[in-house]
């Protein structure tokens, strides 16, 4: 009994040590999950992206203006967070899974749940953890309305495979930027 109890408490010191080395850590550890997410990306490919050049749009992404803006700590972590949620929202969809190959959807969206507790968790760990401010809530409503256009657009082309790969290549940039945010961050904290 006593081993089973000791063996618990080493268990919760190190998840708790990995917990706490995570905050400092993020990049570093966000990185292997990031090219597990793009390489998953590139492989769920289904159509030569040229083939759909009639289905494309802009769907005014404003990540790269997100990126741009001088994010504290908590704020880049509460935007990255939402950007995989949102992606989240959309791949866990019932039409997503008629759309992709069974396996590597699920992959995906595995390491996208990993990535997204590694910043909740991330954001826990900061001294004060506080509601979000007004301007990150306008950061935040900007990402929501941006996936809903996304959203938008999928219905509107009836989950069309080029409406898809459309869809793939966009989740692609949000995620570059949300990785650009995070990268950002750690490089002016140094």
């Not at 006593?2 to 708790?16: E, N």
């Not at 997410?37 to 289905?55: E, G, H, I, N, Y």
């Not at 809903?148 to 989950?159: A, D, F, G, Q």
């Amino acid at each position: 009994m006593s081993r089973s109890c000791a063996f618990l408490t080493f268990l919760l010191v190190m998840s708790y040590w990995t917990t706490c080395s995570l905050g400092c850590d993020l990049p570093q550890i966000h990185n292997l999950r990031n090219n597990t997410a793009f390489t998953l990306l590139v492989q769920m490919r289904t159509l030569f992206p040229l083939s759909c050049l009639k289905d494309r749009k802009d769907f005014a992404s404003p990540l790269e203006k997100v990126v741009a803006q001088q994010l504290q700590k908590a704020q880049a972590i509460l935007v990255s967070s939402e950007v995989i949620q949102q992606i989240l929202n959309i791949f866990t969809s019932n039409e997503s899974s008629a759309a992709w190959e069974t396996t590597l959807l699920e992959t995906f969206c595995d390491s996208l749940y990993q990535k997204l507790r590694d910043l909740q968790d991330c954001l826990m760990q900061q001294e004060e953890v506080k509601e979000p401010t007004l301007s990150e809530e306008d950061s935040l409503g900007t990402v929501r309305q941006y996936f809903h256009r996304i959203t938008v657009y999928l219905k509107e082309r009836k989950h069309s495979p080029c409406a898809w790969e459309v869809v793939r290549a966009e989740v692609w940039r949000a995620l570059s930027s949300s990785v650009k945010l995070l990268a950002r961050w750690s490089e002016e904290k140094k």
